[in-house]
């Protein structure tokens, strides 16, 4: 509209309550009589007076009315359009009530019906328009239904200060909050639009009615439809986030947006050289710094909550967790720093969820509000934002002054202000031995002064759990840990090195694997070991594990060269990615003189960085018997030193012999002492046997030293073993058999390796 100085003197006299009027209301009756005054012809010094007619004059309707912004705004005619009005309001919000004052005039003499509506031509959908009127104290009044009618009376210029032509009223502009409806791109606005009925009859002398002709639809200020508008314009917020890894904040806040001053709960993010040692690498590990292995873990950060995890920035805004292995099974935990910073003109709530790269919700969360808890139930993973200072779980914000209810933990981030936040990854932990996928998630950061529910700004946070399977080499990638793989060795055979493949040498050789299950790359140490015993002393041995390349003929390198150190039986497989494995052979030679048995050889396989720590506790060596019994036989000579004259590797007794025998006279004893030693490495349930020289009879047939119960047998094989002594006097030829029998069962019990058993067998001469 172009504003008269009339009209501009109106909305003055609108700040204090009254307005010009258009001029004498409406139906007012004008009534005039006019009269002579002349001197009295009787007396002259008296003035008469002659009185007319009175003629009478209705004031007719000068209809005229505007509608104005109730603030001294001055459109110049210009703002006929949204998208040419000054009157705008920038950075809404969804959700966003927008209130502009207007006025609706009557500038005529009659009492006017404006009709009101909304012109909302040019705006977005989805805003609601509203009118109501203002009270006199500012406050919202009765609302106007669009398309009805507001009486306005005309101003009547007989009341000083009370301006009657003169309806306040509001224009309430509600932005929507729902995403598929406004976005940052989006424009709102809208201007009153007044227009008046006409319902004067064709003579307005005799129906007068409000000055329009009857029927007509007439607007504001008589100008030409939609040239006469009061635009308000509404822009909408552009968030500016950005949803990083790590700390470094500088003005960094909490997620209540209160600043932090302590510099230690911002931890910096350094890269790890752990996980991105190259595959296949084989440099001589460092043998001071203890189980390195080929992979120097470095000084990566770790997270400064209890149980915290090494954490590092590879690249841009992805961070990865590098969880050591445990000794459980329970689900373990990684917390990741993460910081939002808000570069945007307003205050920001921002809400945090797993999203998708379209920066969408991921369906496969459920989201427990009462716990802040997501779930995905596929993977077993649960994410929960925390507070970097207290730790508590972040919620949904509840503010009720705020128009857009949060659905996610909420954080307040003051514009120019880095929120500080922690994300808490829990992840199932099988095992440490099944293979186990990484666990990757997308942390949208989503501002709720936009309407949408998709992230403005994203970042990664990355767990590579470990995992190691060790055993027995299979055709295929793995390792098995049964069925239980026997080596069978002969301990008095040749040592050899890990090609060994047959059962008639002292080295017992197991193929063995170790897989690397887990996400990122290690290098594995490895040891193992088995207790042996020896077959005469009964002392027991603990025998290393050596490890052999796959070809059984190089030894992997030793964790500690020098012999003397505990690490020196500690070898190390190359660096193995993620995914792979590594082929060895596993072999312990076994002394001469073990007893035979069977022995199991326990070995571990250990993570250099991860600490997973496997074991494969079955490989069995089975000892073979090996050896012999050796016999001999003397006979009593008067001064023969003892070991003078050995037989069968088994020396003579004092005052025994085997050769040069002194003759015996008839009726003469004849002494013999018989001797078996068990040359095997395993006890042989063991009996001697003699025959009653022919010229002879037999006098007596004991063991020496006598044990707790002797058994005996006369007549060879088809006898009776008994406890009852073989009687003197037995003929030549008579077979006699003896035994111990310490657990009395009547049958001869082993005799110990490098043990003897002894008989003195006498006869007389007949």
């Given at each position: 509209?172009?504003?008269?100085?009339?009209?501009?003197?109106?909305?003055?006299?609108?700040?204090?309550?009254?307005?010009?009027?258009?001029?004498?209301?409406?139906?007012?009756?004008?009534?005039?009589?006019?009269?002579?005054?002349?001197?009295?012809?009787?007396?002259?010094?008296?003035?008469?007076?002659?009185?007319?007619?009175?003629?009478?004059?209705?004031?007719?309707?000068?209809?005229?009315?505007?509608?104005?912004?109730?603030?001294?705004?001055?459109?110049?005619?210009?703002?006929?359009?949204?998208?040419?009005?000054?009157?705008?309001?920038?950075?809404?919000?969804?959700?966003?009530?927008?209130?502009?004052?207007?006025?609706?005039?009557?500038?005529?003499?009659?009492?006017?019906?404006?009709?009101?509506?909304?012109?909302?031509?040019?705006?977005?959908?989805?805003?609601?328009?509203?009118?109501?009127?203002?009270?006199?104290?500012?406050?919202?009044?009765?609302?106007?239904?669009?398309?009805?009618?507001?009486?306005?009376?005309?101003?009547?210029?007989?009341?000083?200060?009370?301006?009657?032509?003169?309806?306040?009223?509001?224009?309430?502009?509600?932005?929507?909050?729902?995403?598929?409806?406004?976005?940052?791109?989006?424009?709102?606005?809208?201007?009153?639009?007044?227009?008046?009925?006409?319902?004067?009859?064709?003579?307005?002398?005799?129906?007068?009615?409000?000055?329009?002709?009857?029927?007509?639809?007439?607007?504001?200020?008589?100008?030409?439809?939609?040239?006469?508008?009061?635009?308000?314009?509404?822009?909408?917020?552009?968030?500016?986030?950005?949803?990083?890894?790590?700390?470094?904040?500088?003005?960094?806040?909490?997620?209540?947006?209160?600043?932090?001053?302590?510099?230690?709960?911002?931890?910096?993010?350094?890269?790890?050289?752990?996980?991105?040692?190259?595959?296949?690498?084989?440099?001589?590990?460092?043998?001071?710094?203890?189980?390195?292995?080929?992979?120097?873990?470095?000084?990566?950060?770790?997270?400064?909550?209890?149980?915290?995890?090494?954490?590092?920035?590879?690249?841009?805004?992805?961070?990865?967790?590098?969880?050591?292995?445990?000794?459980?099974?329970?689900?373990?935990?990684?917390?990741?720093?993460?910081?939002?910073?808000?570069?945007?003109?307003?205050?920001?709530?921002?809400?945090?969820?797993?999203?998708?790269?379209?920066?969408?919700?991921?369906?496969?969360?459920?989201?427990?509000?009462?716990?802040?808890?997501?779930?995905?139930?596929?993977?077993?993973?649960?994410?929960?934002?925390?507070?970097?200072?207290?730790?508590?779980?972040?919620?949904?914000?509840?503010?009720?002054?705020?128009?857009?209810?949060?659905?996610?933990?909420?954080?307040?981030?003051?514009?120019?202000?880095?929120?500080?936040?922690?994300?808490?990854?829990?992840?199932?932990?099988?095992?440490?031995?099944?293979?186990?996928?990484?666990?990757?998630?997308?942390?949208?950061?989503?501002?709720?002064?936009?309407?949408?529910?998709?992230?403005?700004?994203?970042?990664?946070?990355?767990?590579?759990?470990?995992?190691?399977?060790?055993?027995?080499?299979?055709?295929?990638?793995?390792?098995?840990?049964?069925?239980?793989?026997?080596?069978?060795?002969?301990?008095?055979?040749?040592?050899?090195?890990?090609?060994?493949?047959?059962?008639?040498?002292?080295?017992?050789?197991?193929?063995?694997?170790?897989?690397?299950?887990?996400?990122?790359?290690?290098?594995?140490?490895?040891?193992?070991?088995?207790?042996?015993?020896?077959?005469?002393?009964?002392?027991?041995?603990?025998?290393?594990?050596?490890?052999?390349?796959?070809?059984?003929?190089?030894?992997?390198?030793?964790?500690?060269?020098?012999?003397?150190?505990?690490?020196?039986?500690t070898f190390i497989t190359p660096v193995l990615a993620a995914g792979s494995e590594s082929a060895f052979v596993a072999a312990v030679t076994i002394p001469a003189g073990t007893r035979a048995a069977d022995y199991t050889v326990t070995q571990t396989a250990t993570g250099n960085y991860s600490q997973t720590s496997v074991t494969d506790p079955n490989d069995l060596i089975r000892v073979t018997p090996t050896g012999n019994v050796a016999v001999a036989k003397f006979a009593a000579k008067t001064g023969v030193t003892a070991g003078s004259d050995p037989r069968n590797g088994i020396d003579n007794p004092a005052g025994y012999t085997a050769t040069g025998l002194t003759g015996a006279r008839t009726q003469e004893d004849i002494a013999y002492r018989i001797i078996a030693k068990n040359n095997y490495n395993t006890p042989v349930p063991m009996f001697l046997r003699d025959t009653v020289p022919t010229n002879t009879i037999l006098k007596s047939f004991t063991v020496n030293p006598l044990p707790t119960r002797t058994i005996y047998r006369?007549?060879?094989?088809?006898?009776?073993?008994?406890?009852?002594?073989?009687?003197?006097?037995?003929?030549?030829?008579?077979?006699?058999?003896?035994?111990?029998?310490?657990?009395?069962?009547?049958?001869?019990?082993?005799?110990?390796?490098?043990?003897?058993?002894?008989?003195?067998?006498?006869?007389?001469?007949?």
């Amino acid at each position: 509209m172009q504003h008269t100085p009339r009209i501009l003197a109106l909305l003055a006299a609108l700040a204090t309550g009254s307005a010009t009027a258009a001029g004498t209301l409406a139906g007012t009756t004008i009534t005039n009589t006019a009269s002579a005054e002349f001197p009295d012809p009787r007396d002259t010094a008296m003035q008469l007076s002659a009185a007319s007619n009175t003629v009478s004059t209705v004031v007719l309707p000068t209809p005229d009315f505007d509608v104005t912004y109730l603030s001294a705004v001055t459109d110049g005619g210009t703002q006929t359009a949204l998208g040419t009005t000054t009157v705008v309001t920038a950075n809404a919000v969804p959700g966003q009530v927008i209130t502009t004052s207007y006025a609706l005039l009557n500038n005529g003499n009659v009492t006017l019906d404006i009709i009101l509506n909304a012109d909302t031509t040019g705006s977005d959908s989805g805003a609601t328009v509203q009118y109501y009127r203002l009270n006199t104290d500012g406050s919202r009044g009765s609302e106007i239904t669009l398309g009805s009618a507001v009486t306005v009376p005309a101003d009547d210029p007989a009341t000083s200060g009370t301006d009657e032509g003169a309806v306040r009223i509001v224009q309430v502009i509600t932005l929507p909050a729902n995403p598929t409806q406004i976005n940052q791109d989006s424009v709102f606005g809208a201007s009153p639009e007044g227009t008046v009925l006409g319902t004067a009859g064709a003579d307005p002398l005799v129906t007068p009615g409000n000055g329009y002709a009857s029927g007509t639809t007439n607007q504001e200020e008589g100008k030409t439809v939609d040239t006469d508008l009061q635009f308000t314009r509404v822009t909408v917020y552009t968030p500016s986030l950005d949803n990083t890894a790590g700390g470094g904040a500088t003005t960094p806040v909490d997620s209540v947006g209160t600043p932090i001053s302590n510099p230690a709960l911002l931890p910096p993010l350094t890269s790890v050289t752990v996980p991105t040692v190259a595959a296949g690498t084989s440099a001589t590990p460092d043998p001071v710094v203890t189980g390195s292995g080929y992979v120097t873990p470095g000084t990566p950060t770790t997270d400064p909550t209890p149980g915290g995890t090494p954490i590092a920035r590879i690249s841009g805004d992805e961070q990865i967790a590098y969880p050591q292995a445990d000794t459980n099974t329970t689900a373990d935990t990684a917390v990741f720093t993460n910081t939002l910073s808000n570069g945007g003109t307003l205050d920001d709530r921002v809400q945090l969820f797993p999203a998708l790269a379209d920066g969408t919700a991921d369906p496969a969360y459920t989201f427990d509000a009462a716990t802040g808890t997501f779930t995905n139930t596929a993977t077993g993973v649960t994410v929960r934002f925390l507070d970097p200072v207290t730790g508590s779980v972040i919620r949904p914000s509840t503010d009720p002054a705020n128009p857009t209810v949060a659905t996610y933990p909420t954080l307040i981030v003051p514009s120019g202000t880095q929120a500080v936040y922690r994300t808490e990854v829990t992840f199932p932990d099988p095992d440490d031995s099944a293979a186990i996928p990484s666990y990757s998630v997308l942390i949208g950061a989503d501002s709720l002064n936009d309407a949408d529910l998709i992230s403005n700004n994203s970042t990664r946070d990355t767990v590579v759990p470990p995992a190691a399977q060790f055993g027995d080499t299979t055709p295929t990638l793995g390792a098995v840990a049964a069925p239980t793989p026997v080596q069978t060795v002969d301990p008095s055979g040749a040592a050899t090195d890990g090609s060994s493949s047959v059962s008639t040498d002292a080295t017992a050789a197991f193929p063995m694997d170790v897989v690397n299950n887990g996400q990122y790359n290690d290098s594995y140490a490895l040891s193992g070991s088995v207790t042996v015993t020896d077959a005469v002393t009964g002392a027991t041995t603990t025998l290393p594990v050596q490890y052999y390349a796959a070809d059984g003929t190089t030894l992997l390198p030793r964790l500690n060269t020098n012999p003397a150190s505990p690490d020196y039986n500690t070898f190390i497989t190359p660096v193995l990615a993620a995914g792979s494995e590594s082929a060895f052979v596993a072999a312990v030679t076994i002394p001469a003189g073990t007893r035979a048995a069977d022995y199991t050889v326990t070995q571990t396989a250990t993570g250099n960085y991860s600490q997973t720590s496997v074991t494969d506790p079955n490989d069995l060596i089975r000892v073979t018997p090996t050896g012999n019994v050796a016999v001999a036989k003397f006979a009593a000579k008067t001064g023969v030193t003892a070991g003078s004259d050995p037989r069968n590797g088994i020396d003579n007794p004092a005052g025994y012999t085997a050769t040069g025998l002194t003759g015996a006279r008839t009726q003469e004893d004849i002494a013999y002492r018989i001797i078996a030693k068990n040359n095997y490495n395993t006890p042989v349930p063991m009996f001697l046997r003699d025959t009653v020289p022919t010229n002879t009879i037999l006098k007596s047939f004991t063991v020496n030293p006598l044990p707790t119960r002797t058994i005996y047998r006369v007549g060879g094989n088809t006898g009776t073993w008994t406890a009852t002594a073989p009687a003197a006097g037995l003929p030549a030829g008579t077979v006699i058999d003896i035994a111990p029998d310490t657990d009395s069962n009547n049958l001869p019990d082993p005799v110990a390796p490098g043990s003897t058993l002894t008989v003195d067998f006498v006869v007389t001469v007949q």
